[in-house]
């Protein structure tokens, strides 16, 4: 089955929010060191990479990741490109003249890089943008940036309007390779008990019965 990985390569290196926990990797056996088996641990925020939030990040009544649906991030989905919005929240005028054509819609800004150091200026989503998709049925959005609000966001906006609507979010995707279209997604968090997100490794299937 052919697939695009959408997913970028977590490690040291990966950019996250400055002052958030940055991926570690500590090797407790290997075979190097005369060990009969490999066995490691890791320590990382959760927002890291591709990654689902929960409601739990961002409402105080938010339900948390293990609790969600899982209907919300396998299906249908459409990656719409708006590489001409720039580092700005995208509007609805950004993208009115496109039909929405399924319940999961996956935003291309290529405005991230994946792998250079934290970038503080990038493409992020309206509260506008976010209701009018709710009024054509969509049920998750993504975007290949870490965030649907802007880096210096306080109030979290477009994160309250994901809320009101019980929305699924898909952050930190990396939609390089993925040309506009339709898709199958799959991108399924970890049954992590309270916790505020997970990563996800997220494909897109290109071919598949219609």
Not at 40 to 55: E, F, M, N, Q, R
Not at 95 to 113: M, N, Q, T, Y
Not at 122 to 137: H, K, V
Request: net charge negative; with cysteine; glycine share 8%.
């Amino acid at each position: 089955m052919e697939y695009i990985d959408i997913s970028p390569r977590i490690g040291p290196s990966t950019p996250v929010f400055p002052g958030d926990q940055a991926f570690e990797r500590q090797v407790t056996m290997g075979f190097e060191q005369g060990d009969h088996l490999g066995l490691s641990w890791i320590k990382s925020t959760l927002h890291i990479g591709a990654h689902a939030d929960a409601p739990s990040h961002y409402h105080r009544d938010g339900e948390s990741i293990e609790r969600r649906d899982l209907n919300f991030y396998m299906g249908l989905c459409q990656v719409i490109d708006v590489g001409h919005v720039g580092p700005r929240r995208i509007e609805w005028e950004d993208i009115a003249g496109l039909d929405i054509k399924a319940p999961r819609i996956l935003f291309r800004s290529l405005s991230f890089d994946h792998q250079a150091n934290f970038q503080m200026s990038f493409t992020s989503l309206s509260p506008n943008l976010i209701d009018r998709l709710a009024q054509q049925g969509v049920q998750l959005i993504g975007i290949d940036t870490p965030s649907v609000d802007p880096a210096d966001s306080k109030d979290l906006p477009s994160h309250q309007a994901l809320y009101r609507h019980n929305f699924a979010v898909l952050e930190g995707i990396d939609l390089t390779g993925a040309v506009p279209g339709l898709y199958q997604l799959i991108a399924l968090p970890l049954a992590l008990a309270g916790a505020d997100a997970s990563p996800v490794r997220a494909i897109l299937l290109k071919d598949f019965p219609a």
